[in-house]
């Protein structure tokens, strides 16, 4: 049986479960490399960062036990949190409150963009025009990937069209956040609601081209390989420690999307991102629910499970979803 036939066998609680850990284990990992480039990455772990326990205890870094999540997964409760309680209803004024309330406990790792819509005063009178405001007040220009990151889960939960772009508009207004919100969102949905439905490139980029054609032009390498299949599609060309454009959206999507095609395992996925750096927990959480949809709870090996120090908090989520669905 090759990989993509037995990928379909898995079943909808093994990817349900394996994408709500995924995400946790990506963005607890990519912790320790989170903002270094590939040459302090090597430096700080010559053997490559494998596992919580080498996690280096930097200024940064300390603030968070090791096996701890940051704000990606977080944010990503903030949503399942209102969905579970409204018991499947999303209710995008609900997860707007609990992002306030979550921001009001002045959380650790927060993204700049993230941070100045959350700190309007007036932020629940109407989130999406504070997002849109905030938005428009730096020119249009920023498109960073503080929504990407926690929509995993309405791939599970909610519309992946529709709920992706809304909860995503709660605090960035950029289409090119939004089209990599519905692309995520609606990539997990397949394989979870889909029977393991893995979207071909192009379909992708036709979600995107509705948002943004810079979305099409920045999974440039993916349509390249699969028009001329003899093109090699390393990780490294996409440069995730390149400090001009870190934490931009269509990076983090690249690299989820060349997780979901090219890794081998969930565990070959997530070291390959964790170890390229730059926004290393975002890129790896995104990429880690994608991977853990894909091949499942049982292919995450134990440890990074039991090594989650919030592990009882998934466990709980995870059984609401059950429950409601
Ligand atoms: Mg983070």
């Known amino acids: 049986m090759d990989r993509e036939t037995m990928t379909a066998v898995i079943s909808q609680k093994e990817?349900?479960?394996?994408?709500?850990?995924?995400?946790a284990i990506g963005d607890a990992l990519g912790l320790g490399t989170?903002?270094?480039?590939e040459r302090e990455v090597r430096t700080y772990y010559p053997h490559g960062l494998k596992y919580y326990q080498q996690i280096i205890q930097d200024a940064h870094r300390s603030r968070w036990a090791k096996g701890s999540w940051t704000d990606d997964t977080d944010m990503m409760l903030c949503i399942a949190d209102a969905i579970v309680e409204d018991r499947g209803t999303v209710d995008y004024n609900h997860v707007a409150r609990n992002f306030k309330q979550w921001f009001n406990h002045k959380p650790m790792g927060i993204g700049r963009n993230t941070f100045k819509v959350l700190s309007l005063s007036d932020y629940?009178?109407?989130?999406m025009m504070a997002s849109s405001l905030v938005w428009q007040s730096?020119?249009?220009q920023s498109a960073a990937n503080g929504a990407l990151m926690r929509t995993s889960i309405i791939g599970i939960l909610g519309d992946p069209q529709k709920d992706a772009e809304n909860i995503c508009r709660l605090t960035h207004a950029d289409p090119r956040c939004v089209g990599s919100c519905v692309i995520v969102s609606?990539?997990?949905?397949?394989?979870?609601?889909?029977?393991g439905k893995i979207p071909d490139i192009e379909e992708i980029c036709l979600l995107g081209d509705s948002f943004s054609p810079e979305i099409r032009n920045s999974l440039y390498f993916e349509t390249r390989q699969s028009s001329e299949p003899s093109f090699k599609y390393d990780l490294r060309q996409l440069n995730l420690s390149g400090k001009e454009d870190m934490g931009y959206t269509l990076k983090a999507l690249s690299a989820s999307i060349w997780a979901l095609y090219h890794a081998k395992s969930f565990e070959e996925g997530l070291w390959e991102i964790v170890n390229a750096g730059g926004d290393a927990d975002t890129n790896a959480a995104i990429a880690g629910s994608i991977l853990g949809a894909k091949f499942g709870f049982n292919s995450i090996p134990t440890q990074y499970v039991d090594g989650l120090t919030g592990r009882s908090r998934l466990e709980t989520l995870y059984n609401n979803i059950l429950n409601i669905l």
Do not use: T, Y
């Open 34 to 37: 989170e903002f270094m480039s």
């Open 186 to 195: 609606s990539i997990i949905h397949g394989l979870v609601h889909g029977n």
């Open 15 to 23: 990817r349900i479960k394996g994408c709500v850990f995924g995400q």
């Open 124 to 127: 629940l009178a109407d989130p």
């Open 138 to 140: 730096g020119r249009c």
